[in-house]
T-cell receptor, first 116, second 115 residues
Framework: AQKITQTQPGMFVQEKEAVTLDCTYD???????LFWYKQPSSGEMIFLIYQGSYDQQNATEGRYSLNFQKARKSANLVISASQLGDSAMYFCAMRERWNRDDKIIFGKGTRLHILP | GAVVSQHPSRVICKSGTSVKIECRSLDFQATTMFWYRQFPKQSLMLMAT?????????EQGVEKDKFLINHASLTLSTLTVTSAHPEDSSFYIC???????????FGDGTRLSIL
């Protein structure tokens, strides 16, 4: 079974609109961390935002915020006031504490297209 | 912020050649580094976890003798694709992590093309 599920393979959004990228996860580890990364067409992976499973508040970083709903096991990324430069592939990822290898598990990604 | 440097960014070489890719953490010490492979329009696939001073841990299905990993210091890990063939052509990307809950920071990737 997939541990990280991103159900939107592609999205088209008008510039300046807000965007929500969906991510659900599956773990029985009570302690885990959730990440979002952006991958532009050039290939590099850019860290956007992190949410710890025990964090009381939703993480925010500039225009990025993470809508963390623990009971539903969802960690959606919200991008406010989208820009053309936001067009990229976005990956949701999770690291479980009891994973001694410290591996991060990635979702399949969502390709976001911002329209002018 | 934490910077990971990966070199080279692009390699084109003939079949049978061995290719070495370097991954360096420039401003932090990384006891653990990770190597991923990414096929076009797909997610990152973890190949191996590289621990400083010990043998790498390979994921199921990844050939140890094909993809040699060395983590000689806290700031450098290398991936050598031995006797590369066209099917090894892919985008290879490394990452490194600081202690605690810090995120993994990625290199810019290496696009390997085997002719």
């Amino acid at each position: 079974a997939q541990k990280i599920t991103q159900t939107q393979p592609g999205m088209f959004v008008q510039e300046k609109e807000a965007v929500t990228l969906d991510c659900t996860y599956d773990t029985s580890d009570p302690s885990y961390g959730l990440f979002w990364y952006k991958q532009p067409s050039s290939g590099e992976m850019i860290f956007l935002i992190y949410q710890g499973s025990y964090d009381q508040q939703n993480a925010t970083e500039g225009r990025y915020s993470l809508n963390f709903q623990k009971a539903r096991k969802s960690a959606n990324l919200v991008i406010s006031a989208s820009q053309l430069g936001d067009s990229a592939m976005y990956f949701c990822a999770m690291r479980e504490r009891w994973n001694r290898d410290d591996k991060i598990i990635f979702g399949k990604g969502t390709r976001l297209h911002i329209l002018p | 912020g934490a910077v990971v440097s990966q070199h080279p960014s692009r390699v084109i070489c003939k079949s049978g050649t061995s290719v070495k890719i370097e991954c360096r953490s420039l401003d932090f010490q990384a006891t653990t580094m990770f190597w991923y492979r990414q096929f076009p329009k797909q997610s990152l696939m973890l190949m191996a976890t590289s621990n400083e001073g010990s043998k790498a841990t390979y994921e199921q299905g990844v050939e140890k003798d094909k993809f040699l990993i060395n983590h000689a210091s806290l700031t450098l890990s290398t991936l050598t694709v031995t006797s590369a063939h066209p099917e090894d052509s892919s985008f290879y990307i490394c990452s490194a992590r600081e202690q605690g809950d810090q995120p993994q920071h990625f290199g810019d990737g290496t696009r390997l093309s085997i002719l």
